[in-house]
């Protein structure tokens, strides 16, 4: 059975620190990884997606893969308040149905 | 990217009773997924609603529980059937197009059983 382990959280950070999510895998031919924030009370959005093993950046985020680890981690940089929410890491396996498996999610907080 | 809308964005149902939970996107699909999601826990996926066809339920969910339309590309319905308190959960709607990995979710449906 494929999983995807997240550490729950809460996470705070203060305000203009570096906020250091991580996700772990065990199905070892996952090709694809995904961060989606999700606000309390809303749907869950896309923010990063990676495919290769290093980093990926896109503005304040930045998204790490290591394959070899079973790893991926999402780096926010200068945390604002607004970044408040819980980020869900989900992975895909190439070749089966393009479903990912979503972990559970690490509530993140931002303190001013 | 898509836009996705439920309706009920929430419903209070007694015991016993059936919610119909409708799903729309604004483009056509491929994918149209249903999951739920508990309180402090991860997205549970329900099944993949196929166009025409049965929905592909997941391990521990089943049609007569669940039972899923997908009348067309870009509409799908979940009903919530013979309710009980441990179906409160929030409910929700996903759609990706073949090729694309993006997965798009609409707002939720948030169910609480009495």
């Known amino acids: 059975q494929k999983e995807v382990e997240q550490n729950s959280g809460p996470l705070s950070v203060p305000e203009g620190a570096i906020a250091s999510l991580n996700c772990t895998y065990s199905?070892?031919?996952?090709?694809?990884f995904f961060w989606y924030r999700q606000y309390s009370g809303k749907s869950p959005e896309l923010i990063m997606s990676?495919?290769?093993?290093g980093d990926k950046e896109d503005g304040r985020f930045t998204a790490q893969l290591n394959k070899a680890s079973q790893y991926v981690s999402l780096l926010i940089r200068d945390s604002q308040p607004s970044d408040s929410a819980t980020y869900l890491c989900?992975?895909?396996?190439?070749?089966?149905?393009?479903?990912?498996?979503f972990g559970r999610g690490t509530s993140l907080i931002v303190h001013p | 990217s898509a836009v996705i809308s439920q309706k009920p964005s929430r419903d209070i149902c007694q015991r016993g009773t059936s919610l119909t939970i409708q799903c729309q996107v604004d483009?056509?699909?491929?994918?149209m997924f249903w999951y739920r999601q508990q309180p402090g826990q991860s997205l549970t996926l329900i099944a993949t609603?196929?166009?025409?066809?049965?929905?592909?339920?997941e391990s521990g969910f089943v049609i007569d529980k669940f039972p899923i339309s997908r009348p067309n590309l870009t509409f799908s319905t979940l009903t919530v059937s013979n309710m009980s308190p441990e179906d409160s959960s929030i409910y929700l709607c996903?759609?990706?197009?073949?090729?694309?990995?993006?997965?798009?979710f609409g707002p939720g449906t948030r169910l609480t059983v009495l």
């Open positions: 483009s056509q699909v491929t994918m």
């Open positions: 990676i495919y290769s093993n």
């Open positions: 996903s759609s990706k197009t073949s090729g694309a990995d993006t997965q798009y």
């Open positions: 989900a992975v895909n396996t190439a070749g089966g149905s393009y479903i990912p498996t």
């Open positions: 609603a196929n166009q025409g066809s049965e929905a592909t339920y």
């Open positions: 199905d070892r031919v996952s090709q694809s």
